[in-house]
């Protein structure tokens, strides 16, 4: 299996995972993949009382052979759990901050 196609199993299995963590009762987590653009999504959706409630939770591209976490509003950083599930912190760029603060990082710039 080459890399990218690893890292599209990866990424998925974990949204799955994170999917799992249920947000209430009238709230549910699903996951959104898109592998012929490589883009993959967690959102919480649901209502809240009478607020209806469409919340992205992870977002996470793979462009150019790098995972971009775009998006992560959990307390269990997807980050932290893709490095476990074996990305390189060199192939993973954390979108979510500007390009001038990710060399501090510890993970790639681009």
């Known amino acids: 299996m080459d890399t990218i196609s690893h890292y599209r199993q990866l990424v998925q299995h974990q949204l799955e995972e994170y999917a799992t963590y249920s947000a209430g ?6 996951v959104i993949f898109d592998s ?6 967690l959102v919480s959706m649901g209502w809240e ?5 469409v919340q992205p939770i992870i977002r996470i591209d793979i462009i150019n052979d790098k995972v971009w976490v775009q998006e992560d509003t959990t ?4 980050t932290d759990a893709l490095v476990a599930a074996g990305i390189p912190k060199q192939d993973i760029v954390l979108g979510f901050h500007p390009k001038h603060l990710r060399q501090h990082t510890g993970y790639a710039v681009s």
Request: hydrophobic share 25%; charged share 50%; glycine share 4%.
């Open 49 to 53: 009382g009478l607020k209806h409630i």
């Open 25 to 30: 009762s009238q709230i549910r987590d699903e």
């Open 75 to 78: 307390d269990r950083s997807v």
């Open 36 to 41: 012929d653009r490589d883009r993959y999504m």
